[in-house]
């Protein structure tokens, strides 16, 4: 059997060669989220709650439109994809019905990816349980299975759903995250870590309900793994492995008092109701919940807003035809009735609180509960029948293992749990910049150490000036990197989601072509990245179908790389000048005419940004680079020892790195640098070593040429220095000094007609 592409050895990935590896990734791809059939972003209500009858063949993207997705992802120099996919995608028809045509055709996908040799694993994504809870993920049936009735989660504020909004353009920015301190994720949660703890009368075929949601989500991703493991040509080859479920939530496991908003909860925006307020709504009952805004300094409360039902209730009424689904509920769990009301913490009758503390500590045993016992049993349990599932069809399977995010990560280094081919998953948004969707220049906040109790007071969290946000972000990665080896032991540390949001400052950029401030905060979290001595990340996120009009078209979000109505950055070796043949070629995907003197004037017409594109224009006045200078950056690809630091500085678009080598470099195995031609023209590269010798080699991945500095070194610390093509910030141009800004000429009508 020939040796892996890839294995974990310590803290550290590494090839045949055993030259240390950085991924360099991608999250692909966001479509995965809603159906491709009936095609459903989340501001479509048209057949929305016809949840069983779904197809996502055609996610990420149709067969016809990988090798133009995954050679753009290449030619960006992207070498690891987090390849999406949902347990809706699998499982939607109910219970144990499995979508094998799906399947199939993902099986079809990552054979294309396979032949432009990306590492892959395999992400089980959902964001609050459910699209039909306001994310995605679970089928629709679970909910059910739950008692709940999607069709009233919007009366009972249960859970904000943009498919059902009023006017979905109108969706409150990151409103969708506060789902998760809503009742429908809050008991959906609680009863798929710890049912049997904390609802024993939920009985569904003979199993608590933990036990019947945990097994169906295990199962469904173990039969994705053993088709891929039957097709026997993917294993090892491109899929490297499989992370647990995405962002998993405690609900309100551990919640030490129900009647009020815990401390800990740092998102209020909206409606922000307390626990017992939610279970309230969520019956009928009309309350008075306070309400937030998000501002520059963080949540502030701005009011009170009566939420009233109308006597909607969330529960499935006591007559429900139950049998839709061939399930048999145990006579003991009553529908039309609150769960937490059946397990005695609140009266019914009297709408009193009988237990505030019920959550705070394990009911059968009575141990106090907070987040870190949380990750430490409930999770880790999970995560074990997951890891068993998986290695027991592929016993090669690097596990990437997400705790809680931003929570203190399962305490197993030296245990039995201390899993060799184990990776630690990591997610980092900053998050001032992701609420406000602004880029603030002036101050941002140390959350990580707010969070572990760094400060004695937050305002000591404050980082003033650019530069001091720029290192606040990079100490951060490197705390979760250094609280990962004190808690998880020696693993990898990879950052599988982070990113930006492209629609900062009401779209500015759209309407102007202007990404500066998008520039600077990719720049500042790569710069993060880069100096967190992690082992790599893959960045939130492609979308092939992101627009001006609906971003990313899930729920308002816009952290897409990609948009079809902006450019893509020029490579050096192509002329920048908008109207020549090898710019449009550069700029079209396969359904974009070219852009020439027939067309000219339509194409550099007034601003837009709606999603109905022209179908004859390709050059647009307020289309811009989406901060593509930023995020396509030099990256070491394979490293001849241990890598011991690099970063690359945009500003003077320059590369360093640093290295320890037990021994020089052999003939096939030198340190290999990717080096994008944008930033380094084969005509402007100057390179400084240590010792040794290099040279810059093309290398060719089914047509899509990548540009390498190969370097042979001897033993010891070995430093490169690479400098490339500087530029003014917004200045776009080519080896030979031609200037991008013609575009600019051609939009005020001051460029000659041909």
Not at 682 to 704: L, P
Request: aromatic share 12%; with cysteine; hydrophobic share 35%.
């Amino acid at each position: 059997m020939a040796p892996l592409r890839l294995r974990v050895e310590g803290q550290s990935f590494r090839d045949p060669h055993n030259r240390e590896i950085t991924l360099r990734g991608i999250n692909v791809a966001a479509d995965a989220k809603y159906p491709k059939k009936p095609d459903t972003p989340s501001y479509i209500a048209d057949k929305f709650f016809d949840g069983d009858n779904v197809s996502f063949i055609g996610r990420p993207f149709p067969l016809n439109d990988a090798h133009t997705h995954f050679k753009r992802l290449r030619k960006w120099g992207y070498n690891t994809i987090r390849y999406i996919f949902t347990w809706e995608a699998i499982e939607h028809a109910g219970p144990g019905i499995y979508d094998n045509e799906w399947i199939d055709f993902t099986i079809e996908v990552l054979r294309i990816a396979k032949q432009y040799e990306f590492y892959i694993f395999m992400d089980p994504h959902q964001d609050v349980w459910s699209r039909f809870s306001g994310g995605s993920g679970a089928p629709m049936w679970t909910l059910y299975a739950a008692g709940l009735n999607p069709k009233t989660f919007k009366t009972t504020e249960a859970a904000l759903v943009q498919n059902t909004y009023g006017i979905p353009a109108e969706f409150p920015k990151m409103i969708w995250s506060t789902n998760y301190t809503r009742l429908v994720c809050q008991t959906m949660f609680t009863l798929f870590w710890a049912g049997r703890d904390f609802a024993p009368k939920a009985v569904i075929d003979g199993v608590n309900i933990q036990d019947y949601l945990q097994r169906h989500f295990i199962d469904a991703c173990a039969h994705l793994a053993q088709k891929i493991h039957d097709a026997g040509d993917l294993e090892g080859d491109v899929v490297i492995g499989w992370e647990s479920m995405n962002e998993p939530h405690r609900g309100i496991i551990g919640v030490q008092d129900i009647s009020v908003v815990p401390p800990e909860q740092q998102l209020q925006l909206g409606t922000s109701p307390t626990p017992f307020q939610a279970i309230l709504t969520g019956s009928g009952r009309a309350c008075e919940q306070t309400t937030w805004a998000f501002g520059n300094f963080g949540p502030h409360k701005t009011g009170t807003e009566l939420v009233d039902p109308a006597g909607d209730t969330v529960w499935l009424p006591a007559d429900y035809d139950d049998t839709k689904y061939g399930w048999k509920r145990d006579s003991g769990w009553k529908l039309g009735e609150c769960i937490w009301a059946q397990h005695g913490v609140w009266d019914p009758s009297t709408d009193t609180l009988l237990q505030k503390d019920y959550f705070s500590k394990n009911p059968q045993t009575g141990k106090a509960l907070d987040y870190e016992k949380f990750t430490n049993s409930y999770f880790l349990d999970h995560y074990r029948a997951f890891k068993d599932a998986i290695r027991g069809i592929w016993s090669d399977a690097i596990m990437f293992c997400q705790p809680p995010v931003m929570e203190i990560p399962p305490d197993v280094k030296g245990t039995s749990d201390d899993d060799p081919n184990m990776v630690h998953a990591v997610h980092y948004y900053d998050g001032l910049t992701l609420i406000t969707k602004h880029w603030n220049r002036l101050y941002n906040v140390d959350v990580i150490g707010v969070l572990r109790g760094k400060y004695l007071t937050p305002a000591f969290a404050l980082k003033i000036g650019e530069s001091a946000i720029r290192n606040c972000l990079r100490d951060q990665l490197k705390f979760l990197r250094e609280e990962s080896r004190n808690y998880m032991g020696s693993h990898p540390v990879v950052f599988t989601e982070i990113g930006i949001p492209y629609d900062m400052d009401d779209k500015y950029a759209y309407k102007t072509g202007d990404y500066s401030s998008q520039t600077s905060a990719m720049d500042a979290n790569h710069f993060a990245l880069e100096g967190s001595t992690s082992n790599g990340f893959t960045l939130w996120v492609y979308v092939t179908q992101n627009d001006h009009e609906w971003g990313d078209q899930w729920n308002g979000e816009d952290l897409s790389i990609y948009s079809r109505d902006d450019l893509e950055l020029p490579s050096s070796a192509r002329s920048a000048n908008p109207l020549s043949p090898a710019y449009s070629e550069s700029q079209s995907s396969g359904d974009e005419p070219d852009v020439g003197p027939s067309n000219l004037k339509g194409a550099i017409s007034s601003p837009s940004i709606s999603s109905e594109r022209s179908q004859s224009l390709s050059v647009r006045e307020g289309q811009g680079y989406r901060a593509a200078e930023a995020y396509l950056r030099p990256n070491p690809t394979y490293v001849s020892g241990k890598l011991d630091s690099h970063v690359f500085d945009l500003k003077n678009c320059t590369f360093t790195l640093s290295l320890t080598a037990k021994g020089p470099t052999s003939a096939n195995a030198p340190t290999e640098i990717f080096l994008p031609d944008f930033h380094f023209p084969k005509t402007n590269i100057a390179v400084t070593v240590s010792g040794g010798k290099w040279d810059i080699h093309d290398e060719d991945i089914q047509g899509v040429k990548l540009q390498h500095l190969r370097w042979w070194h001897a033993e010891g610390q070995q430093d490169v220095k690479i400098e490339g093509l500087k530029r003014k910030p917004g200045d776009v141009t080519n080896s030979e000094g031609e200037d991008v800004s013609y575009l600019e000429q051609c939009q005020k009508g001051e460029c000659a007609m041909m």
